[in-house]
């Protein structure tokens, strides 16, 4: 079965550092791949997708990575601050409904 | 905002009551769904409404019971849920069903006594 790996401890970084989120996946061959922020006690918000054909995506301090034969996307923020910390969401998609990771939770510390 | 809107926002039930779940969308968007999120599990999907039809039903128990009578509006109507049942309700749309980004609601945090 499809099986989406985001890493459950939560990522702690220092201000100004550059986070790096991981998400995994097994079993699946999307044709897109989504990530979305969520605050406590709110729903997600969409922040950049990337599809298969591209290895690489910018916006603004987000950059998404997407290695299709490594089965892995990675999520960087750039000279992180503390308004960051949130939990980030990983979503594949492909045939119809993206399936979503469980998140991982980053903490940015002043 | 996010332009979907979702009401309550909170809501404690009995395990006997009958209570419905709002949502709004004003994206002109077509589709619309509703996901449980519970602590330390991924976003499960439950229903999916492509222009006013159910195009997904992902294995829901009956005790929940959607209705989408127009492109804007989604209800989850609940009744005689269960303990486990409590956590958060979310809606949200898209363009299209599939291919798209998903423009989520605040959510219905659930909590069923």
């Known amino acids: 079965s499809q099986k989406i790996e985001q890493n459950s401890e939560a990522l702690n970084i220092q201000e100004g550092k550059t986070a790096t989120l991981t998400c995994n996946y097994t079993?699946?061959?999307?044709?897109?791949l989504q990530w979305y922020r969520q605050d406590p006690g709110r729903g997600p918000v969409f922040l950049l997708l990337?599809?298969?054909?591209?290895k690489e995506k910018r916006k603004e301090r987000l950059k998404v990575t997407f290695d299709t034969t490594l089965k892995q996307s990675l999520f960087h923020i750039t000279a992180s601050q503390p308004a960051d910390s949130a939990t980030y969401l990983c979503?594949?998609?492909?045939?119809?409904?993206?399936?979503f990771g469980r998140g991982t939770s980053l903490i940015v510390h002043p | 905002e996010t332009g979907v809107t979702q009401t309550p926002r909170h809501l404690v039930m009995g395990m006997t009551n009958k209570k419905s779940l709002k949502c709004e969308q004003h994206?002109?968007?077509?589709?619309m769904y509703w996901y449980k999120q519970s602590a330390k599990k991924p976003l499960e999907l439950m229903f999916v409404?492509?222009?006013?039809?159910?195009?997904e039903n992902n294995s829901v128990p009956s005790r929940f019971s959607p209705e989408c009578p127009n492109s804007s509006h989604l209800f989850l109507h609940l009744h005689t849920l269960q303990p486990e049942d409590s956590a958060l309700y979310l809606c949200?749309?898209?363009?299209?069903?599939?291919?798209?980004?998903?423009?989520f609601g605040a959510g219905t945090r659930l909590s069923v006594l």
């Open positions: 949200a749309s898209s363009q299209d069903p599939g291919l798209d980004i998903q423009y």
């Open positions: 994206l002109g968007h077509n589709a």
């Open positions: 409404y492509s222009l006013e039809e159910r195009v």
């Open positions: 990337i599809r298969e054909n591209e």
């Open positions: 079993n699946y061959s999307p044709a897109y």
């Open positions: 979503a594949l998609g492909g045939s119809y409904i993206p399936t």
